[in-house]
């Protein structure tokens, strides 16, 4: 069988440039011929020292007519290619594509300019559909000042909801959380964070913290009482380990509380609060702030450091 890659995509979108980049890796310096069939020419061309150095080859096939099982058996005997990368035109409908016998799809992946996606996807929605419906992994890139993501990964899951969805800016990938991701329902009237909850809370709230003011949470923590801290404030939080035993942190912000002085550094308690976006000194500026609807004594939970593993 013959291993079979398939990037695809409309013009533009960034398939030679996730092509390119991975000729580039160490990882992808293997052994044998790797022949890239090119479906349409964009504006990026590949670099002659980059195919010699990968061992690559192009060629291009320009009429949809053209791509038969016969013409791709006749470039296979042609190069004999220990595999091969299919860059596929985005306006050629994907379902009408056929491989010879023996090719063997391993990954498929598609590329979404998303400064145009809203463009394609009112006015090409059945192409985009066929497009991405096999894709294991689509990835969004030029979302630069994009602020409605989440609708962008909704409305390509309800095609394929299996697939892994990427967002990449100028800087890179997009480690943003969306709501539909979120391991709690925020429309809820309390979010009763559980220890993954919690700490996609923690971390959500940093860079989202809209999302959460005025909301009331509810969650099982340790109690830190900082020195420095003015009466009736106390750190609710967790221990947590993003990697090693060695990466501990604990995650907490202020909470206001009237009886605060009555805790105990370091015992358990059950905190319901409502999040508020304030200046705090600690911060540097504004950040969540926590004020107390009921704190009470709890029992330490099974696992007292949380895991981001």
């Not at 150095?53 to 013409?71: G, M, Q, W, Y």
Request: net charge negative.
């Amino acid at each position: 069988m013959k291993a079979v890659y398939i990037i695809n995509g409309f013009l533009e979108s960034g398939k030679t440039e996730f092509i390119t980049y991975t000729l580039a890796q160490p990882y992808f310096q293997m052994r044998g011929k790797t022949l890239i069939l090119l479906c349409e020419e964009g504006e990026v061309e590949y670099d002659a020292g980059l195919l010699k150095k990968s061992n690559s080859i192009v060629e291009l096939i320009e009429e949809e007519a053209d791509f038969t099982p016969n013409h791709l058996i006749e470039l296979e005997k042609k190069h004999r290619p220990e595999r091969i990368i299919i860059e596929y035109n985005g306006m050629w409908n994907f379902k009408n594509m056929k491989l010879p016998w023996h090719w063997k799809v391993e990954q498929q992946i598609t590329t979404i300019d998303g400064s145009t996606f809203p463009m394609y996807y009112t006015n090409m929605r059945s192409l985009l559909a066929e497009m991405i419906r096999k894709s294991e992994m689509i990835i969004f890139n030029r979302c630069d000042g994009i602020q409605d993501l989440s609708s962008y990964k909704r409305n390509v899951k309800a095609v394929n909801p299996k697939a892994e969805v990427i967002f990449e800016d100028s800087n890179g990938e997009i480690n943003q959380i969306m709501e539909d991701d979120l391991p709690y329902d925020l429309k809820a009237e309390v979010l009763k964070l559980d220890d993954y909850g919690y700490g996609i809370w923690y971390l959500d709230s940093m860079e989202n913290l809209e999302r959460y003011i005025g909301r009331t949470v509810e969650f099982t923590a340790m109690v830190l009482l900082p020195e420095s801290f003015p009466k009736g404030h106390f750190v609710p939080g967790r221990m947590a380990m993003t990697c090693c035993a060695d990466d501990m942190a604990f995650l907490g912000y202020v909470c206001e509380y009237a009886d605060a002085e009555s805790l105990t550094q370091k015992e358990w308690v059950k905190v319901r609060a409502k999040v508020a976006k304030e200046y705090w000194e600690d911060y540097h500026g504004e950040g969540p702030v926590l004020h107390a609807v009921s704190v009470e004594k709890a029992k330490a939970p099974k696992n007292e450091v949380i895991s981001f593993n």
